[in-house]
């Protein structure tokens, strides 16, 4: 906990600039620290008179009071992220395992009829957070809405997803809970002995898979890749509950101001949503001949990808970027030109239905994975493709 000594403050001030975090405010000469103090220490480096404190206490928590499983929901605009039902399909996938029911977390403003989605989907309660100061995700007060949640209701797993929403969004939650995270999952588990939660991910660049657990600490917390579970069904009888939660504006404060959200205007498709993608590689040699991505794209009604050499050599925006650090997609149909299939790229794109690979290389690795390969000259296959869609 944090004190002030009344007998050495002055009420002088220093203290104020120096919070990051606005949780410090002078009043009849003395230092008054709010709620919103994380305990960062920043105050009492700045003190002069050392009349701020700070006295951590480790506080061993009763795991067995941590029940059931919570999703964090993400959705935009009023309109639900598809990974928040993916992250649904899996937490009802573990309550079989577990034995504990689901609740998800959903914050912005006018959104209650996304709670009922919600509970068709098979939730068995959604706990609503309906304000104004969260129609747009701002990551302070989410992170204090999310953690005061999880201290009231105490579940022992918290999903989200891996977008960059849920990548901002959990790390901040764990360290105010002061437990373990694990990002990027692509499998998970509950091991039948323990209960513990099994947390699978991709480690040392993709080349091993490693599962982690948090066996002493609660909640057990995870961010989960898009695209790699399978949504949770509508089901027949809804029979969850709707739960309205009320915040003061004071926790909905922000130091950041939402201006717009300015959207990616380089893809037609949403690249994650897509049912066939065309990506590029290192192949295609150089940035203007990406324009036979464009174009085999254009005529199947795909979206473009990308493996990371393009990216980084600044042929294609970022977001275009399939793989271990880009994406990770899941079309019926996925087109790889020029690509020769490194363990981060095949990461983010092996779970397509149906590949297709076009490589010059026999032995490129990309051939392992595809259910078809094309070994030749992309540029005499690519537009040789192009040519006969123009004319069928």
Known sequence: MIKVDKNLCTGCGACVPACPFNAIEIIDNLAVINEKCTLCGACVDACPLNAITIEKEEVSKDLSTYKGIAVIAEQRDGKLH????????????????????????????????????????????VHVVDKPELEHFLVEPYTTVIHR????????????????????????????????????????????KTKNLLQTRPAFGGHIMATILCPNHRPQMATVRYKVMHEAQIVDAPHGELIIEEFDTVT?????????????????????????IVSGGRGLGAPENFKLIFELAELLGAAVGSSRPPVDAGWIPYSHQVGQTGKTVRPKLYIA?????????LAG?????????????????????????LVGDLFKVVPAIIKTLKTS
């Open 349 to 373: 794109m092996s779970s397509s239905e149906t590949i297709i690979a076009i490589k010059n290389d026999p032995q490129a690795p990309i051939f392992n994975v595809a259910d078809l390969g």
């Open 337 to 345: 030109v020029g690509i020769s299939g490194s363990i981060q790229h």
């Open 82 to 125: 598809r990974v928040t039902f993916e992250l649904l399909g899996k937490a009802l996938e573990l309550k079989e395992k577990l034995g504990e029911p689901v609740s998800v977390y959903l914050l912005g403003h006018n959104i209650r009829g996304l709670g009922d989605e919600l509970l068709k989907r098979g939730a068995d309660k």
């Open 149 to 192: 949640l999880i201290e009231k209701y105490k579940p022992a797993i918290v999903l989200a997803g891996a977008t960059s929403c849920g990548r901002s969004l959990l790390p901040r939650v764990a360290a105010r809970l002061k437990t373990g995270l694990t990002a990027d999952c692509t499998g998970l588990d509950i091991d039948p």
């Open 252 to 276: 909905l404060e922000s130091r950041v101001k939402f201006i717009k959200f300015i959207e990616d205007v380089t893809q037609k498709i949403n690249l994650q949503d897509a049912d066939i």
